[in-house]
C-alpha cells in the first residue's frame, strides 16, 4: 500500500517537475539521477536490513569516511588496490562489530550507541587527517569504479542494482531474511524458536557497517580523494529513503525494493529542484516533510494493528 502510494507520488512529482524543465524525463537525466543516488543507495539497503530487524544505525556516515580514509592513507603508502579496498571494507565491518556487540550484547540503546560511534569516528578522523583532504592520483583501477562506464551506463548504477537484486532476494528467500524480519517482529519469541536473535541482530550491524563502508569506497573512487566531511548527514537521508521508501519504525516490516524506490524519489526531488532552478533548502523542507508523513503512517497503522486484534 505504501509503495503503491509512494509511485503515485513519484509520478506526479516527476509530471510536476517536467512542465518546468521537459528535459527532466530524458534517458541522460535519469541515469544521472541514479548514478547521483548509488552513495546514498548502497548506505540505504544496510539501513533497511537492519531495520527490518530491529536495530537502528546513526553511524553510517562515520564508517564512510573512515572506509575513504583507509583507503586514501593506504594508497598513500603505496599498497595494492585490492589491498586498501579490502582494509577499507574491514574498517565498516569493524564499525559494525562494535556497534553490533554493544547493542546486542551490552544491551546499550542502539540510538545511544550509534550516536557515540558517530561522534568517535568522526572525532578521531578528523583529528588524523586535521580536516584536511587527503588525495592525490589514485590507481585507474580504483578510480574506475567511481567514474567508469559500461554501455552509457554508469558502473556504480550496475554495483547498486546487483547488490539491491541479491540482498532483496537474501531478505525474501533465505533463512538468513526470514531470521531478520521475525527477530524484528519480535526477538523474544525468536529466541524462544531456537533463533540466536543476539547474534543474527549484530550480524545486522557487521552488514550494514560494511555496506556503508562500500559506499564510501565509490565515493572516494568519484570525487578522487578523502575529505573530513564525507559521509556528513547520510545516515538522516539514508533512515529518511528507508521510511519514505515503507519500511516500518518498529521492525518486522520493509522491503529492499521499496527502499530502492524511497531513494530513487529523494534523487527525483533533489535533481528535480536544481534542474528548475529552487532553492536547495526546498529539497531538504520536502525530504522532512515526507520523512514526518510517512512515520505517520506507520504509527497510524501499527496502532491500527494492535487495536484490531
Known sequence: MRQTLLLIAMAIVGAAITMFEPRFLTVSNWLNIMDQ????????????????????????????????????????????????????LLGGLLLGVINGAGVAYLRIPSFIMTLGTLYAVRGFILFLSRGETIGHAFPASFTVLGKGNFASVPIPVFILLAIYIV?????????????????????????????????????????????????????????????????????????????????????????????????????????GINMIGVSPYLATFAVGALLLFSASVDVVTQWSRRNSK
Open 37 to 88: 543516488a548509488v552513495i546514498i543507495g548502497i548506505v540505504a539497503v544496510g539501513v533497511v536490513l537492519l531495520m527490518i530487524g530491529g536495530g537502528f544505525d546513526l553511524s553510517v556516515g562515520s564508517s564512510v569516511v573512515l572506509s575513504g580514509y583507509i583507503i586514501a592513507i593506504s594508497f598513500a603508502n603505496g599498497v595494492p588496490t585490492l589491498l586498501a579496498i579490502v582494509l577499507a
Open 167 to 271: 540482498l532483496h532476494i537474501v531478505l525474501k528467500k533465505t533463512r538468513f531474511g526470514r531470521h531478520t524480519i521475525a527477530v524484528g517482529s519480535d526477538a523474544e519469541t525468536s529466541r524462544r524458536l531456537g533463533i540466536n536473535s543476539r547474534l543474527h541482530l549484530a550480524k545486522l550491524y557487521v552488514l550494514c557497517g560494511t555496506l556503508a563502508a562500500l559506499a564510501g569506497l565509490l565515493l572516494s573512487s568519484r570525487i578522487n580523494a578523502s575529505t573530513s566531511d564525507m559521509g556528513l548527514g547520510y545516515e538522516l537521508e539514508a533512515i529518511a529513503a528507508v521510511v519514505i521508501g515503507g519500511t516500518s519504525l518498529f521492525g518486522g516490516a520493509g522491503t529492499v525494493a521499496g527502499t530502492l524506490l524511497g531513494v530513487v524519489f529523494l534523487g527525483m526531488v533533489h535533481n
